[in-house]
């Protein structure tokens, strides 16, 4: 191994075993490309500024470019020697233009650089995750469409509740993955600030101009304290808590198709090329994507939960231990850029089991609420409605009947306000069109909803 950089107040150098554990370029590599347009935003400075002169400033973009290049064409790879990849982008510059390639690092520390080069990396991932939910709520509009009028249980502590429809239903998971787009906005506006002129920690004596630089990256500001913004990683953990919540909301719907899945509720279907089989129960076809997502949830929880950790207690400014941010950030990051098109295209190809939905909403008392609202709207307070209605369930349970199959006669023993128009009133589309309030499952409440995520969804894609 070559001398280090530092060699000059050291008579040894690192054990072997200690540039392993130090090093971060095994996985750091990957953000080669902010680290060189950083650097190549910062040589340009330092030439506008006369801190370096404009020659030198053309030489060391001119070599950045092409180690960029070369980068991406797999020319160059990079190895423990030089620790990360802004010491190796950094030693490859200077091997290839000698002495000016020295001066990129004039004003600048290693602190700086890497906070840059987190955001940059973020903002553009922020970019395209933001297009996948995109693409996510989209589909389930597409979804939602043909089934406005799809009968079907909803559940409170899974115990049938109201009837609703699965239009309704597909367009409360809508409204969850807008506001993960829209957390992940907001996020990118919070950390849309340039640390570069920050320094180690304390900035610098040289004449930067810190603006300069943001402006070229395309940053909205520059950050506000020098210690600060070398040592803040809240944009990390924001960023990880947003990616978080938003596989919740994938584990939710997850378990939900899970469940429909299942000879029990037989709700939906998925497509054979979403499913897989088992090596011994030749009946079986298992959500297995369902389940991963569902699964690797815990893992991006993991994530959070590790940097969260690393950064409790670390005094300012830098430290080593933030050197651990990366590997759970491109985790959380790579699992959720695997799930989430997987998982909508899972979705758009599954086939819904309407008549199964119909018959889970039928005979089970779900309408129970509306016969009690039934006799309210007959002049009875709902408490003393409400009561009759339970003694009616009651009765029905003991005789085997439900409230689609009682006569008026039996209904009357219970109250002699139930009229013929009883069942009319308790029949699912009744109970369903009738909850025709903001938000609620009518036809033209949930067409109201989908319309609102149309808006969205061209506002967001224009
Ligand atoms: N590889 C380091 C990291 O990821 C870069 C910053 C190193 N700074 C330092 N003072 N050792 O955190």
Known sequence: MAMKLWSGRFKRNTDALVDELNASITFDSRLFREDIMGSIAHATMLGETGIISLKEAEKIRAALYDILDDIEEGKLVFTLENED????????LTRRIGETGKRLHTARSRNDQVALDIRLYLKREICEIRELILSLIATLHKIADPHTQTVMPAYTHLQRAQPTTFAHYMMAYANMFRRDVLRLEDCLERMDESPLGSGALTGTTYPIDREMVADALGFKRITQNSLDGVSDRDFALEFLSDLSILMMHLSRLSEE????CSWEFGFVELDDAYS???????????PDIAELVRGKTG??????MALLTVMKALPLAYNKDMQ???EPLFDAIDTVKKC??????????????????RAAASGGFINATDCADYLVKKGLAFRDAYTIV????SHCISSGKTLETLTLEE????????????????????CVNGRNVPGGPSVESVRAQMSNINEFLKEKTR
């Open 390 to 393: 339970g003694k009616l369930v």
């Open 85 to 92: 990849i802004h010491m190796s982008i950094e030693a490859e």
């Open 411 to 430: 209904y009357r023993g219970f109250s002699s306000v139930f009229e013929a128009d009883v069942f009319e009133a308790i029949s699912l589309e009744t």
């Open 257 to 260: 198709i899970i469940m429909w």
């Open 340 to 357: 989430l098109p997987v998982f909508t295209a899972m979705l758009d190809t599954m086939t819904v089991r309407t008549d199964k939905m």
């Open 276 to 286: 897989t089989g088992s090596s011994i129960m030749p009946q079986k076809k298992n």
């Open 324 to 326: 651990e941010d990366k």
């Open 299 to 304: 893992r991006v929880y993991g994530d959070l």
